[in-house]
């Protein structure tokens, strides 16, 4: 007997890509939904109370229509303000996705840390906790950058991006006090694994790049041993919460993670 019922994944853009990506590594006939809020789209510049009520009164939604067998909130914003609605609300697995400090502790020579995400999540009370818990003897330099997401949007869209727009995002985190002794950034928007060539570039000196992707997978896979699978890999679906013409470079980013069809959520049983 297989099991049709998907993974969800979800994030407010094509950011969750970075972390549905090692997934299908470990589960590669894991039936995909893959879910990008357009309609609230950016979550980084959004207040808390926005997020804390769109989340879990959209995931529902989605919860509903396609019955996964787990959700993944594939995005740090959320995850470090709707998680505990989500999981109130929804009597299923859920994976969040928070920032990968205690791996980046782990590595660190110098024991001076960047964090780079969105506004909205690294001035989250969740950040303090986990730099005291995992970083108490690192310095944990933090920068927000909205610019950083709508470049990984544009590169994934097959856009051309500017590499001086890398930089000034990084200097946010280098230009600190302390920021020249930086070796180790974590990456805790799921958007910016995606530009991380890019990043790596425009940082000032070397410097490793941390992310919660692989461990995420690691969870999924743990969360769901001895479940039942199809037998073969089945085309994913990318859902959009609000009406879109995909261009043709984000029509074929999304086929190449596996995604070869598109919907609305509001009219999901019709191909965009």
Partial sequence: ????????????GVGGLSVLAPARVLLPNAPVVYVADNGGFPY????????????????????ERYAPRLIVVACNTASTIALAGVRAALDLPIVGTVPAIRPAAAVSRTRVIGVL????????????????????????????????VRLAEAKLAGE??????YAAAL???????????????????THFPLVADELAAACPHPVGFVDGGPGIA??????????????QPAPGIAVFTAPILPAPGLRATLAGFGLARIEQLERADRSV
Avoid: K, N
């Fill in 171 to 189: 200097a946010g985190l280098f230009g600190q006090p302390g920021g020249e002794r930086i070796d180790t950034i974590v990456l805790a928007c």
């Fill in 160 to 165: 051309a991006t500017d590499p001086a727009d």
């Fill in 44 to 63: 980084g510049t959004r207040s808390e109370a926005e997020i804390a009520a769109r989340v879990p009164a959209l995931l529902g939604r989605l919860a």
């Fill in 1 to 12: 007997m297989t099991d049709p019922r998907p993974l969800l994944f979800f994030d407010s």
């Fill in 218 to 231: 690691r969870r999924i896979a743990w969360l769901t041993q001895g479940q039942a699978w199809p037998e």
């Fill in 117 to 148: 995400g969105t506004e909205a999540t690294v001035r989250q009370p969740y950040v303090d906790d986990l730099s005291a818990r995992f970083a108490g003897d690192c310095l944990v330099l933090r920068h927000g950058s909205a610019a950083l």
